[in-house]
Nanobody, 122 residues
């Protein structure tokens, strides 16, 4: 397993940008697939984006396509989520997670960070 710590959340106006980072500890980071999820108050945790271990393949939920970009730097044990053109409906706690294979379901991820709050004001 890997230990994950997110950073970069905050308050931003609609149309603005934020870059989330997820730092991982452990030697297995470069061999695991990584995902970003979010959870708004009163709602279930939902898939946002994922990236395979090599960085060569990415996946996004429809609502963020064209606005969010997931990337990773295996030399720095870090995965990023660049969020542009933010909307109030993007407001949520954002989590990064690690999985042994590419997946969209939270149950398929075995390691989770503590989350970082993103708030988008209108």
């Amino acid at each position: 397993q890997v230990q994950l710590v997110e950073s970069g959340g905050g308050l931003v106006q609609a149309g603005g940008s934020l870059r989330l980072a997820c730092a991982a500890s452990g030697r297995t980071f470069s061999s695991v697939h990584m995902g970003w999820f979010r959870q708004a108050p009163g709602k279930e945790r939902e898939f946002v984006a994922a990236i395979v271990w090599s960085g060569g393949l990415t996946d996004y939920t429809d609502s963020v396509k064209g606005r969010f970009t997931i990337s990773r730097d295996n030399a720095k044990n870090t995965v990023y989520l660049q969020m542009n053109s933010l909307k109030p409906e993007d407001t949520a706690v954002y989590y990064c997670a690690a999985s042994l294979y590419p997946a969209r379901k939270p149950a398929h991820y075995h390691s989770w960070g503590q989350g970082t709050q993103v708030t988008v004001s209108s």
